[in-house]
């Protein structure tokens, strides 16, 4: 095993990037607990677990929140999720192959007895606001074909952690969060950080009055007292890609509905100087603003696409579909960027 690769329970690496939730249960107890709540085990704390999550510097990209040996016999692979995504069974299909790639000698697929490894154990943390009525996620719903007995499966658990107003008594009545405390709190953590941002906080702002309040009201107390300093100066990178996407699709749409609006009422006003009729007028103007408003959520989502993959190094499709782009308006702006870039 090469040690420099993954995270090891004797000294978890911590960088800037790494998201509060990996932080959090990145510690011995806390991911010790989460299993159990997640299946219903009993582990006690001194229950043997080793850290082998993926670090993006080795793996050129390739970084999941957590993944983890407990008890010798499971790896577990968690991944927080505050938008919804039906490629999570992709993403976990990936760091497990990495993970066994890392955990056995390349001699060892060859040898003629069976290798035994740990049985993979995956779940995704959902702390979204829009609704995801989903239990689990499965790999064969990305197959184009009919899987056949000889084909493969993955299946990833959804929990929802989310405590959106009005769902307060639902969350609680989460079985998983019932059992895992910190878990809980995190939640709470997260949807005090959301209700700062609404209240019109920057992010700042809303993580640090979201760990006052937390150490007011006794929620995740040792571990803010110990990293709260950390924990709000990566404050903006834990924040998850999806995340900044929907923040910048939010921006994007405030901006093109003002300019909308400035270009419109000019060009309405210079053309209906020129109309004869108000009935002429009328029509004039629904098609100049739907025409304006049009044209410029065009050159905002452009703007956005070419912002996304240049500052994030992603691909073109994955951008679209994480600005939720409709199949239909894909092609155009293939076009666009291919005509930009050539």
Not at 200 to 218: F, P, T
Request: with cysteine; hydrophobic share 35%.
């Amino acid at each position: 095993m090469t040690e420099n690769k993954l995270l090891t329970a004797a000294e978890p690496k911590r960088t800037y990037q790494d998201s509060i939730f990996r932080m959090l249960f990145s510690e011995k107890e806390n991911a010790i607990e989460l299993f159990n709540a997640l299946e219903g085990t009993d582990y006690g704390p001194d229950t043997e677990v080793r850290f082998l999550t993926l670090d993006d510097v080795i793996y050129h990209g390739i970084k999941n929140d957590l993944s983890y040996e407990i008890a010798v016999a499971y790896l577990v692979f968690g991944e927080q999720q505050s938008t919804i995504s039906a490629n999570i069974p992709l993403r976990m299909l990936r760091y497990l192959a990495n993970n066994i790639a890392i955990l056995l000698d390349n001699r060892t697929f060859f040898r003629q007895g069976q290798v035994k490894i740990p049985t993979p154990q995956f779940f995704v943390i959902y702390t979204g606001s829009e609704p995801w009525d989903v239990d689990e996620l499965r790999l064969s719903s990305s197959f184009m074909g009919e899987p056949k007995e000889n084909s493969v499966e993955l299946v990833v658990k959804v929990i929802k952690v989310v405590y959106n107003e009005g769902e307060e008594e639902e969350a609680e009545k989460n079985p998983v969060l019932q059992k895992s405390t910190k878990l809980r709190e995190y939640g709470m953590f997260v949807r005090y950080v959301k209700e700062g941002l609404s209240a019109g906080k920057d992010r700042k702002e809303a993580v640090g009055a979201a760990v006052e309040r937390c150490l007011k009201e006794n929620i995740l107390v040792n571990f803010l007292r110990a990293h709260s300093a950390e924990v709000e100066k990566m404050a903006w990178r834990s924040i998850t890609m999806e995340e900044f996407i929907e923040i910048r699709a939010e921006e994007a749409a405030e901006i093109a509905a003002e300019k909308a609006t400035k270009e419109t009422t000019e060009r309405v006003t210079r053309e209906v100087t020129e109309e004869v009729t108000k009935e002429v007028t009328k029509e004039v103007t629904k098609e100049v603003t739907k025409e304006v408003t049009k044209k410029t959520l065009e050159q905002t989502t452009l703007s956005n696409i070419q912002s996304l993959i240049k500052n994030l190094h992603l691909d073109l499709e994955r951008v679209m579909d994480c600005l939720d782009i409709p199949q239909t308006e894909k092609p155009k702006y293939r076009n666009l960027i291919n005509t930009i870039n050539n």
